[in-house]
C-alpha cells in the first residue's frame, strides 16, 4: 500500500555516492534555503518573468501545457521517483502538466486545498527530494564524460571525485547540477557556451586537494556563470549577485 506517513532522513547511497543521514538533512536544508528561502510556502513557487512553476526544495520546474521551454523539466520526475519509493501522491502533482497556466493563475491560488496539499507533500518528502538529486547528480557523470575529448576526461572525473571526499563537497556538486544542471543539454548555450556542471569542473584548476577544491569550484562556477551573463540575449546581470551569494556557500 502506498504510504502517507512523514519521510525520515536515513543514509541514501547510490550505485557510487553515499550520504549519511545526518550528511543528507544537512545538505537537503541547505539546498532548501538556496531555492526557497527555507519557508513551507518556498516549496511552491513561480518567480516573476518565468513562465514555470518551481516546485519543492529544488525548485524542480513543471512547466504548463501553455508554454514549455528549453530548461529541462524536472518536477515529473521527482514525482515518478517518489511514488517509485511507494509514497502516496497527491493527485494534482501527478497531471502531465502544470495545472496553473499562468503566474497571476499560480499566485490567487496559493491558499487553496489543492496548493495547501502539494506544499504539505513537498514538505514531507524533503529527504527523498534530496536523494533525487543525489541521483541526479550520479548519472551527470558519464553523461558528461561522453561530451568532451579522452584528454578532458580524466581532469574533470578527477575534479568530480575529489569534491565527492567531502561533505562540502558533495553538497557544492548537489547544489550546482540541481541549480544549473549537468551542462550536457546544447538547448542550454549562449553563443554556443553552457553554465553547467561540466563547464565549471572543466574551468576548475587541475590536481587540487580536496581542502582546496571546494573553493575552486566556486570560483570556476563564477566565472562560468558571469561569462552566462555577458553572453546572455536578455540582461541577467540582477541574478548575478544573487547566484555568487549561493557560491559563497560552497567553501
Known sequence: MPKSVSVKSKDIRTSGIRLSGPEAEKIGAKIWKNECGGTLEGLTSWNKGEYFASLGIGHFIWYSRVKQGPFEESFPKLIRFIASKGIRVPKIAKTVDCPWSSRTEFINSKNSPQMNQLREFLHRTIPLQTSFI??????????????????????????????????????????????????????????????????????????????????????????????????????ETKWLKGWRNRLKTYY
Open 134 to 235: 543525489l541521483t541526479r547528480l550520479e548519472r551527470a557523470l558519464p553523461k558528461m564524460l561522453i561530451q568532451v575529448s579522452i584528454n578532458k576526461q580524466k581532469k574533470i572525473k578527477h575534479n568530480f571525485y575529489t569534491l565527492l571526499q567531502s561533505s562540502q563537497g558533495k553538497y557544492a556538486l548537489m547544489d550546482y547540477v540541481n541549480f544549473k544542471g549537468e551542462g550536457t543539454n546544447k538547448k542550454e548555450r549562449y553563443k554556443g557556451k553552457g553554465w553547467g556542471m561540466l563547464q565549471v569542473l572543466e574551468a576548475m584548476r587541475p590536481n587540487l586537494s580536496s581542502s582546496q577544491a571546494t573553493l575552486e569550484f566556486a570560483r570556476a562556477a563564477d566565472h562560468v556563470l558571469t561569462q552566462r551573463v555577458d553572453n546572455a540575449p536578455k540582461d
